[in-house]
């Protein structure tokens, strides 16, 4: 793509439209829904087994239609097909974003070359070496230094490289093999490598230090500091006499990542080292190799579907008329309530314990590929970009945020994620209690669309002075996500889905969605700041006041 071309949405008419259409609108979801049998029908679309009710949100078919035009003026369907086929559409990195290319079924024609490289060879050759050994760890060939079966693995990471393991390693929990389980490290906080070590056997863990770069300062202190609580555990053992360490930490040290060399300069051997490559975004690699504590954990068939649900959404994406597809709807749809109707933040709620965690993973998915104040031609943004992603799963959000959704001065878009079919089905005397908790799910959204009126208020004898108080407004608005069941591919689409949202959006918005330079400033102080917190007053005394201060703080109070 030619970042010199780049259309500035804002300038369009299509945008001017969008406005026009704002300013006329007076969003009103209960006389919608009374005027239009058919809205619900026909703000209903599937894509792949999730079935995407976007009724409730502040729309109407022109919405639609307008949204459509303006996704057509921002060329979407040319940087989609950009994106699938390997163009540099990371600009400021120039390189090709092609995590879709992770999920490509073995054998699919024509063969997928990017830069000279063949990109379906070399993912599906790292995949088979992945679940090779994964094999190897389930069955009890790999062993620890001690001859033990490994029965924890330890994934150190941060970012892209811990998020999303942890996150379906949790959502996934009830497919993983007994007498296995994951604990991840990413904090450089030593409580995180205290804390989850502190009962584990030396003899039967495996660390994977994950990292894209290996040059992370989080995950390399982490990782050193594990191998050395290893090595002294493995010591206090008796474990290690007339061995060399380094057998040890080849026993019980694999790695993931892009740089090959400095995993055998950290003492890992590379034919212990599962690779992926610099097209594969940080917060866009939990399908790569960074998914090695997944595909031990659950296995190779789980893994392979997880892939190929990314990949059904993937195709549905990229195949899909706009009015039917779900990823560009709503990425559209977000467009219309960031730069439209003035949203700032976007709720995801799932309706599901074991997607605690996808709320957490969804923030550096969105907002490091979105909080962008410059366009990719290095021209500032013209308009809002990069609404704050947060969530917790219902029902607890009820009894704590949900108030402000529903009663507050702010519009916050709320994303509903629920599931026909429960993991652990219980009763409550006569009472099912998933079906309890799904009829939470139903009445939120129903709550926000059509709210309650003064006269309902008063019907039910509410005393006239706190009738205000009791009033819901409605046109709050929800998009509500279903699926029969949690399944390894369903999570696969769910996640895809919320990976095309975020490229829609920054397509529109024409900025770079796959760098993150935001990070680095912060990172290069840590690094500069090190020798003041560590007693050096002369780098201290080069301190603004307020970091003079605080460091003094630390450096008086320290015992
Ligand atoms: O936060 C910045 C970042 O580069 C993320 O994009 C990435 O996921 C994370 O750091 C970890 O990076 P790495 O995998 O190279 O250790």
Same mark, same amino acid.
């Given at each position: 793509m030619d970042s010199s071309k780049l259309v500035d949405a804002t300038t369009t008419p299509e945008w001017k439209a969008l406005n026009e259409h704002h300013d006329s609108l007076t969003p009103n979801l209960?006389?919608? !829904?009374?005027a239009d049998a058919n809205r619900a029908s026909k703000h209903t679309h599937t894509a792949g087994d999730l079935y995407v009710d976007l009724s409730k949100n502040l729309i109407t078919d022109e919405t639609i239609e307008l949204l459509g035009k303006l996704a057509e003026a921002v060329n979407l369907k040319g940087y989609t097909e950009a994106m699938f086929s390997g163009e540099h559409i990371n600009i400021t990195e120039d390189r090709a974003v092609l995590h879709t290319a992770l999920r490509r079924p073995e054998g699919k024609t024509p063969e997928l070359v990017v830069d000279g490289q063949n990109v379906d060879e070399d993912v599906h050759a790292v995949l088979k070496k992945i679940y090779a050994f994964a094999d190897r760890v389930r069955n009890g060939e790999w062993v620890g230094i001690t001859g033990k079966k490994i029965e924890t693995v330890v994934n150190i990471g941060i970012g892209g490289s811990d998020l999303g393991p942890v996150m379906v390693y949790e959502s996934l929990k009830p497919y993983k093999q007994e007498g296995l389980s994951a604990r991840f490290i990413s904090n450089i906080d030593?409580?995180?490598?205290?804390?989850?070590? $502190?009962?584990?056997?030396?003899?039967?863990?495996?660390?994977?230090?994950?990292? %894209?770069?290996?040059?992370?300062?989080?995950?390399?202190? &982490? $990782?050193?500091?594990?191998?050395?609580?290893?090595?002294?555990?493995?010591?206090?053992?008796?474990?290690?006499?007339? %061995?060399?360490?380094?057998?040890a930490v080849?026993?019980?040290?694999?790695?993931?990542?892009?740089?090959?060399?400095?995993?055998?300069?950290? /003492?890992?051997?590379?034919?212990?080292? !599962? /690779?992926?490559?610099?097209?594969?975004?940080?917060?866009?690699?939990?399908?790569?190799?960074?998914?090695?504590?997944? $595909?031990?954990?659950?296995?190779?068939?789980?893994?392979?579907?997880?892939?190929?649900g990314f990949h059904t959404m993937d195709e549905h994406f990229r195949t899909t008329e706009f009015e039917k597809n779900v990823p560009a709807l709503m990425g559209m749809l977000n467009?219309? &309530?960031?730069?439209?109707?003035?949203?700032?933040?976007?709720?995801?709620?799932?309706?599901?314990?074991?997607?605690?965690?996808?709320?957490?993973?969804?923030?550096?998915?969105?907002?490091?590929?979105?909080? %962008?104040?410059?366009?990719?031609?290095?021209?500032?943004?013209?308009?809002?970009?990069?609404?704050? !992603?947060?969530?917790?799963?219902?029902?607890n959000g009820q009894h704590a945020f949900y108030q402000l959704i529903h009663q507050g001065t702010r519009i916050i878009p709320a994303d509903f994620i629920a !599931?026909? &079919?429960?993991?652990?089905?219980?009763?409550?005397?006569?009472?099912?209690?998933?079906e309890l908790f799904l009829a939470n799910f139903f009445a939120q959204t129903k709550a926000l669309a059509f709210g309650k009126t003064a006269d309902e208020v008063r019907a039910e004898g509410t005393d006239e002075a706190i009738v205000p108080a009791r009033v819901f407004t409605g046109n709050r608005p929800t998009t509500s996500i279903m699926a029969s069941k949690l399944t390894p591919s369903v999570l696969g689409q769910l996640i895809a889905l919320y990976e095309h949202i975020t490229f829609v959006q920054g397509v529109v918005w024409g900025i770079d969605s796959?760098?993150?330079?935001?990070?680095?400033?912060?990172?290069?102080?840590?690094?500069?700041?090190?020798? $003041?917190?560590?007693?050096?007053?002369?780098?201290?005394a080069q301190q603004d006041s307020s970091t003079q201060g605080l460091v003094d703080f630390y450096l008086n109070n320290r015992k």
């Open positions: 209960r006389r919608w !829904f009374d030593p409580t995180d490598v205290a804390e989850t070590v $502190a009962d584990l056997d030396p003899e039967t863990t495996l660390f994977i230090v994950a990292s %894209k770069t290996f040059g992370t300062l989080e995950t390399l202190t &982490n $990782a050193r500091v594990s191998r050395a609580w290893l090595l002294n555990a493995l010591r206090e053992a008796g474990a290690l006499e007339g %061995k060399e360490d380094s057998e080849a026993k019980h040290f694999v790695a993931v990542s892009t740089a090959l060399d400095k995993v055998a300069e950290f /003492g890992i051997d590379p034919e212990n080292a !599962f /690779g992926f490559w610099n097209w594969v975004g940080g917060r866009y690699s939990v399908d790569s190799a960074i998914g090695t504590s997944l $595909a031990i954990v659950f296995g190779k068939d789980v893994f392979e579907d997880f892939l190929a467009i219309w &309530n960031v730069n439209f109707l003035g949203a700032e933040t976007h709720a995801v709620l799932p309706y599901d314990q074991y997607l605690h965690r996808f709320p957490a993973y969804l923030q550096q998915l969105t907002m490091e590929s979105n909080g %962008k104040g410059v366009r990719m031609d290095g021209s500032p943004v013209t308009t809002s970009t990069g609404e704050v !992603f947060w969530g917790e799963p219902g029902t !599931f026909a &079919n429960p993991v652990h089905p219980a009763k409550d005397g006569e009472q099912d209690v998933h796959f760098d993150q330079w935001g990070v680095e400033l912060g990172k290069k102080l840590a690094l500069e700041l090190a020798p $003041a917190v560590a007693g050096d007053r002369e780098v201290l």
